[in-house]
């Protein structure tokens, strides 16, 4: 049953190795000047001295003037994106979708293998070879975007950092959940619906959603977030009028954490009717300026530190191996019930 | 006593609102190669596909040797099963084939395997998928045979194949029945492939069972009578009218019985398989209550 | 060996057709006592039929004394089927022959021969055993 299954998947086998392969060799290739550049920043060091923020901003800065680096930073992420996405779509979606579509279970199914054994083998072997190719795409990724990362957490605000919606799923442990909950997903589409390509229709449109729904509703919560006030500038203010009063925010930034909420407090009062004349904000004039001091304008954030980076993977990582086991579990009994 | 190879009692399946079997009750015994047959879409598939485990019931039971179909690998190992229009990996090669039944099969006769591809031409280096229909067929009861199973069921194993490619697959068939006494149950809607090779019968018209028996015992139990225009109400008791047809002056009947027909006004003559089919077929679509005038109307 | 033909049209029951052609073989004189007769699996190569009727076929040969099997060596002839030889069987169709020219020669035709036949032979067959 095993050889089995490597001799129907290795087409796929060979394109996936191919693809790590052409990976592995571009970024190996760009990491050691990267390197070069980052222990030339002083980053390294800069918690003793604590010019993090500085330092980190003028490696940063460094980095983009070449052109290739952030493109490579980007592609990097892009691919620890897809890659569970496509494993889903393309050794998922056809596992059992193709055998009910040419209908060559009729002959898979009658061997001296139950079907239970059958599907256990292929999922558990498939599902395994999933996790660990991403597992390489993104060990390979991350490994090569860890100064840049570490200088986006150290202090630097100019750039997103990696516990951000954008970059989470792309580093780190999680885009191994998320291939075994892809590759599960696959499968039961393909299982449910019985045919190859709305199966994969069906998995990449699930999938997608998925990776919305989790930044926006689940990973805030999955640790208690914390909570901070912060004051907010002159210069960053901002307002809007509610009601006879203002509603005042302004910019927030913490070093490499995740803020998912920013709340600012409405005013009411005599400094208010000044300052709802000000229309270039509290510099405008000296009035304005004394008039929005008074007010010691402050704003409650909901965030996420970056110490909490690899609890939340954690988190998530097991959330999604455990959707990935459920969707199993239905593929099993979809296997066994439907046809006897 | 001869055991049972297949046992239904009851067996029905349906699909929504329709019954695809239903009130099926069969002994298959053992030893036999059993011809099970009917116009398409009267059941037949379904039954094979119970029998092998693809179907649950929708009521009733069904044994297969013994056990639940498909309960587990030792009894999927002892059923060899060849569907319709034979299932076969079109990207893999023949050789591929016979690695898969090979890895999945432990009772796996390689041997067997490499000596009926190497008879037929197959060339074990061409994918599947195109192989001609016939050396589908072909492959698809090498895989079946090559597990050493005690039954083999096979779908309309010949149904489109050409009439040499029929005659070299059943040919292959009884060869392996001669050799290793394997109990056979096959499908076909043509009934004259069926009379070569199957010494028991089954019809099954629109989701029931008509008829089921050794067909040396079949012949012998149906006769035609042929004589003058006669009321088939005024037929002894043991004589049942299967099929019927009048002219204003002379009746034909194709009756069921047990004992000799001793009426000195019948014409008695024995009845073809073939004309047994059809007449239990055509009983099943209603047409015995009709009585159509053959022949001139004075 | 004898090697066996099958004609599907002639409403002839398979088994029933190799045991005619067994009895016709040896009353020609193509198969002779002590030959052997194809196993089930020859003629099964051959005609593609249920080796059950082949087994059919032998057992009734066997029943009415023309053959013998013998487990693991094959199925043999014992006798000929009418207990008489070649020679006698050659007088007789001599003396049919002359007969049926003679008939021929004076105007019967084949109809009338067949029906003086047939009753010749009803009336010598029921009157008991010959």
Redesign the interface.
Known sequence: ?I??TW??FRTQAWVAIAALAAIAITFLVTRPSLSNMYSASGIAACQARNDCGSLAASFINQVRADAAYPVLYAVGVIVVFLVPAIIGMFWGAPLIARELE??????A???????T?WLAVKLGLLGLAAMAITGLFSLIITWWASPLDRAATLGSPILANRMMPLLFAGHGIVPIGYAAFAFALGATAGALIGRTVPAMAVTIVIFAAVQLIMPNFVRPHLIPAAHTTVAVSAGDANWVAVGNGLLITGKAAIPGAWIFSESGHVYTGPAIQILKTCYNGPTSTPACGSAFASLHAQMLLAYQPASRYWPLQAYETAITLALALALAGICFWKIR?R?? | MVSAVIETSGLGKAYRRTWALRDCTLAIPEGHVVGLVGPNGAGKTTLLSLAVGLLAPTCGTIEVLGEHPAVGPAQLAQVGFVAQDPPVYARMTVADHLRLGAWLNPGWDGELARQRTGQLGLDPRQRAGSLSGGQRAQLALILALAKRPGLLILDEPVASLDPLARREFLRGLMEAVAERGLSVVLSSHLVGDLERVCDYLIVLVASRVRVAGEVSALLASHRRLSGPRRDPATLPAGQEVIEESHTDKQTVLLIRTGEPVHDPAWTVTPVSLEDLVLAYMSQANGTRARRPQLGVVS | MIEFQLDETSGVATYLQLVQQVRQALRMGMLEPGDQLPTAQQVVAKLAINPNTVHKAYRELERDGLVRARPGLGTFVTRSPSGTDPATQARFLAAMTDWLRSARAAGLGPDDIEAIYRTAFRDCFTEGAA
């Open positions: 049953m050889r089995l001799r129907q040419d209908r060559t279970y009729r002959l199914w009658t061997q001296s293998v139950t079907r054994r019930r046809l006897g």
